[in-house]
């Protein structure tokens, strides 16, 4: 049997996620993380991307997009406590690409005044939300 950690993934409506893990990866502010069971305590903040979380006796991961928030890594617990969490499965692939080439827009606008940091960070979760979306694909086939 392999061994275990548990991970819930949340965000402020509901609970995405709980349950066993053999590995949780994410991406974490400084660079993407792998948490292993026994990881040392580590609270982080994590950008726009996606979580994976490989499930005992599963084949399939289960992947989550978030779109930033916190992780806290205790010895026996994972949590990601996420400012939006959506199932990779509930993505919508064309909204993900209209939010995309709407925040593209907006940052090419020269001739209007633009919020550059929100059009940058919209731009971003788009991008993430794209690939959370290529992710899930990937795996299931």
Known sequence: MAMTVHV???????????????????????????????HTPLMTRIRP??????VPGRAEEE??????????????LVTVMADTAIRGKDLDEAKALEAKKHAEQALADKAHEV???????ELAEAIAQLATINQARRRSH
């Open 49 to 54: 991307g996606t979580v994976r979380i490989k």
């Open 115 to 121: 919020n550059y940091a929100q059009a940058q960070a």
């Open 63 to 76: 992947v989550i997009f978030v779109a930033g928030g916190l992780l806290e890594v205790q010895p026996n």
């Open 8 to 38: 819930d993934v949340v965000n402020a409506e509901e609970e995405l996620f709980s349950g066993l893990a053999e590995i949780v990866s994410l991406p974490g502010e400084s660079g993407d993380l792998g948490i292993l069971p026994g």
